[in-house]
């Protein structure tokens, strides 16, 4: 009964919020940010470049590489980014934790229904190292009753459209680093912001069910890349 109060009171808190103040104009400056500052102590932090391909996001990659060649990729254990410019909205260790795990769970997943994951090093093997960066926080309530004003609604569907996250709603920064398997030579590495589906109403209850559903979503981001790269080779 407590639990439904104090979400009925979070609904009732946001409607206010959204009538009392906001237009369609408003609404749509109000998703989070959609760059990513470049985190100043991952080993590859000197080498990364803005990516061209995905506005806010960084990349490295050695030239002339051929990720193609890699076919079985080694998942390390998710890590927690500990650099001073490190950011997690609040959250304590334990759920950062839980995200570092939940991340760890749902590439290998991910990869092993691809028949990609491999448990040690060899021929054409890549170890990925990734490290959970960032979390933007989402605001409970508004970002929930965003989604069901008929003016929030438009504005998120413009936001989703142009791959924003959506009013009042965080997202997680991840990082991955490439390294060849046998050589532990970096390969390559990206930093990226990742968000839920624009009406994932789940996702809008808090800031830990938004970073939980941006990490799911960023594994299978993974995929789709790791796949592609195979594809063009």
């Keep these: 009964m407590h639990s439904k109060h104090t979400a009925m009171g979070s609904l009732l808190h946001g409607l206010a919020v959204l009538t009392g103040a906001l237009s369609l104009a408003t609404l749509a400056g109000c998703t989070s940010p959609q760059s990513v500052e470049k985190p100043t102590d991952l080993p590859s932090s000197a ?34 980014y500990r650099g001073s410019d490190a950011d997690f909205a609040g959250l304590s260790d334990a759920q950062v934790n839980e995200l570092a795990q939940l991340m760890t769970s749902e590439a290998r997943r991910a990869l092993g229904g691809a028949n990609l ?45 142009e791959g924003g996250s959506g009013s009042f709603t965080g997202a997680a920064v991840l990082s991955a680093e490439f390294y060849d398997s046998k050589t532990s030579k970096l390969l390559g590495a990206a930093v990226r912001r990742y968000h839920p589906a624009t009406f994932n109403m789940e996702a809008t209850l808090s800031t830990m069910d938004t970073a939980r559903a941006a990490v799911q979503q960023a594994a299978q981001d993974l995929l789709a890349s790791l796949q592609r790269a195979q594809a063009n080779r």
């Design 117 to 161: 994951l491999a448990s040690s090093p060899g021929p054409n093997t890549a170890r990925i190292v990734l490290k959970v960066v960032r979390v933007d926080p989402t605001t409970p309530g508004a970002a929930t009753v965003s989604r069901l004003l008929p003016v929030g609604a438009v504005a998120n569907v413009v936001q989703g459209a």
């Design 47 to 80: 080498r990364l470049r803005e990516d061209p391909s995905r506005p806010g996001a960084w990349v490295y990659r050695v030239p002339n590489v051929d990720f193609g060649k890699y076919t079985r990729y080694i998942v390390d254990p998710v890590q927690i």
